[in-house]
């Protein structure tokens, strides 16, 4: 498998990320470079390694430790909830309808 001058492209599109056409042949090759070395470790033989040193096992405790208190109340820093979760407002970069995420105009 390798990344093409188009992959890029169509990758910084949906990742909403800026980039320069001269930047596009570096990354390029660094993405291939990174895929090669995923390549070459797919091939390592690993049929013969135990998944953990004979004889350790990991450290465990009880989940019981309390939840920390909010320096101030969730009403200052989250005023709007619905079904137990912050609604936010929509990211510019979204869309012209503004609004909160989840109102119920904006869901569909």
Known sequence: MSVSMEDVRQLAQLARVGLDEEHIPTL???LNGI???MDA??????????????GWEAPLR???APADALVRPRAGFAPAMRDGFFLVP???THGE???VV???EQSA
């Open 28 to 30: 390029v090759q660094e």
């Open 35 to 37: 895929l090669g070395h």
């Open 41 to 54: 470790l797919q091939r390592v033989d690993i049929t013969r390694v135990p998944p953990t040193p004979p």
């Open 62 to 64: 009880d989940d019981a």
């Open 90 to 92: 929509r990211l510019a």
């Open 97 to 99: 309808q503004g609004g």
């Open 102 to 104: 989840g109102d119920d």
